[in-house]
């Protein structure tokens, strides 16, 4: 909202130069990935059923509208705002029907799905397990919808919630990534992190078999269902939780405001095991179906992420928090597909608010900046959320947890580090930080 705060003029004031002429169309703006939400948002309560969607073309700066038909009324008034329109077939009615009919017939651990605006389609996932008899079920479904509705393709990894390897912060036998810092309803410090971590076990702490910092609010957690998040509670309220991230190379990225997904948006990640990976987001609204049950209402990407990334940090390089790590498949030497719990959702469902104090979370819109109280102690003493990187050497990390199958979480790199950094190196890379910077006095 504050990157385009005057959008709710923008629209207005191109409808009366339409009236004015109706034959000369602007010539398309420049956006920023921040400004998608605000003018697709407009744009679809403006056009009604022609709007089918929105993405973002970063090459060329320019937010692309999708419409249903060749109205050459709704095609100018989405030029005369500086958009780009994208005339295609399927309506935004028609992909969520065969949504509903994919949740009705396909929901089969080990698929996801999300609506790609690029291609104005569903695309439809399967891991390496989907064989056989539920492969052609699958494939039977996505027939089923129409030509030009969804596509099919298979992954050579396993979909998986990433919640076994990493050393930013230990409960219950799993290991898992501090997403952002933030303030609860009651005003006092809080982290958010993935739902799985937070169902998985009631408090966390900095290092394995350490004291805890943090407990869980139970009541909020969400793991499988309508996302992947946890509320988890610092035990100290004296706690400075600075909004910042850690970046693991001793620099730190300021987080100033919550941003909304937007498919073709360049994003960030950070996480415990594999440090700082960069994609772009791929869809929205995606539904994951896991071993342990299906999760919607998440974001797809192409950045990778490991056993351990749970919970960790997806953000912009301006400092928007967008989204907090939930699973996936691959890594980050083959690559693959993963997914995030928006972060704008998991404020709204627990009442917090990012930062340190700020607006209250109701009133956060995306891209809404908090109050300058939010920065101090952004500079703090890092305490080093799993300093002792090489503790979690133990196999099978997360087994309590059921969220995933395999072994050997020891295995992973050390917090912040990049991939590929071995065992022998975990003593070294012990001093780095893979979370959000906190300190605990």
């Not at 992909?95 to 605006?117: N, Q, Y």
């Not at 309803?185 to 971590?197: K, R, V, Y």
């Not at 300058?372 to 003493?381: H, I």
Request: glycine fraction near 18%; charged fraction near 20%; include cysteine.
């Amino acid at each position: 909202m504050v990157a385009l705060g005057a959008a709710a003029l923008i629209i207005p004031n191109a409808m009366a130069g339409q009236s004015e002429d109706n034959n000369t169309a602007a010539a398309p703006k420049t956006f920023t990935a921040a400004d998608v939400p605000d003018v697709a948002s407009q744009l679809e309560e403006l056009l009604g059923g022609a709007f089918a969607g929105s993405y973002y073309d970063g090459d060329k700066q320019q937010i692309i509208i999708n419409v249903v038909g060749d109205n050459s009324q709704v095609i100018q008034q989405i030029e005369s705002v500086g958009a780009v329109a994208n005339e295609v077939e399927n309506s935004t009615e028609d992909i969520k029907t065969a949504e509903a009919t994919l949740k009705a017939d396909a929901s089969i651990p080990g698929t996801a799905w999300a609506v790609d605006p690029k291609t104005n389609e569903i695309r439809v996932t399967a891991d390496s397990t989907v064989t056989g008899d539920t492969w052609n079920r699958l494939q039977s479904t996505v027939k089923s919808l129409g030509e030009g509705m969804a596509t099919v393709k298979k992954s050579e990894g396993t979909f998986k919630t990433f919640a076994e390897g990493g050393d930013a912060i230990f409960g219950g036998g799993a290991r898992c990534s501090l997403g952002f810092n933030v303030t609860n309803s009651e005003g006092n410090p809080a982290f958010l992190t993935a739902g799985h971590c937070g169902v998985a076990a009631a408090e966390w702490s900095e290092e394995e078999n350490g004291a805890p910092i943090g407990t869980v609010d139970a009541e909020t957690a969400t793991f499988p269902g309508e996302g992947d998040f946890a509320l988890v509670n610092y035990d100290d309220p004296a706690t400075q939780a600075a909004s910042t991230v850690d970046t693991g190379d001793g620099n730190q990225v300021e987080i100033t405001q919550v941003g909304e997904a937007t498919v073709g948006q360049p994003v960030i990640r950070m996480g415990s095991t594999t440090g700082l990976n960069e994609g772009e987001v791929t869809g929205l609204n995606a539904t994951v179906n896991y071993p342990e049950g299906t999760v919607t209402g998440l974001i797809q990407t192409n950045v990778c992420a490991e056993p351990g990334d749970s919970g960790g940090s997806l953000f912009t390089a301006d400092g928007a928090a967008i989204g907090l790590t939930s699973g996936g498949s691959g890594d980050c030497t083959v690559g693959g597909e993963t997914f995030f719990q928006p972060v704008s959702t998991a404020l709204e469902a627990t009442g917090a608010t990012l930062g340190e104090g700020g607006a209250a979370g109701g009133e956060q819109g995306a891209g809404e900046e908090q109050g300058a109280g939010q920065e101090e102690g952004a500079g703090g003493e890092e305490a080093g959320a799993g300093e002792e990187a090489g503790a979690g050497d133990q196999a099978g990390a997360g087994e309590e947890a059921g969220v995933g199958e395999e072994a050997g979480a020891g295995e992973q790199a050390g917090a912040g580090q990049e991939e590929g950094i071995g065992n022998e190196q975990e003593e070294e890379a012990a001093e780095d930080d893979g979370g959000i910077s906190i300190t605990i006095p």
